[in-house]
């Protein structure tokens, strides 16, 4: 294999985990706070499930973790995983 090819299923594997884990963080945070009105409109609904935009768990971390630290703190630790867990993947795919 050449050292310039480029590993596009490696990348692409890598950036879907980490997208799902950061928006399963959010889900699971919104879930924990009970879909209040206080973390903004929803980007879309399914099947009556307020669904958020991935990035979302930044800011309302950001802006409620005061009210919440413990919430917050399981929804990074979720988002964080991805990370570790793309790492692994990635080393695994190479």
Excluded: C, H
Excluded at 34 to 58: M, V
């Amino acid at each position: 294999m050449s050292a310039t090819k480029i590993l596009w299923g490696q990348i692409l594997t890598v950036f879907l985990i980490v997208l799902v884990t950061i928006w399963t963080a959010t889900q699971w945070t919104a879930w924990r706070l009970g879909y209040q009105a206080q973390l903004g409109p929803p980007w879309f609904d399914l099947a009556g499930l307020p669904i958020y935009y991935p990035p979302s768990l930044f800011w309302w971390w950001y802006f409620y973790d005061a009210y919440a630290p413990n919430v917050f703190v399981e929804g990074g630790l979720i988002a964080v995983s991805g990370g570790f867990l793309s790492i692994i993947v990635a080393i695994g795919m190479s």
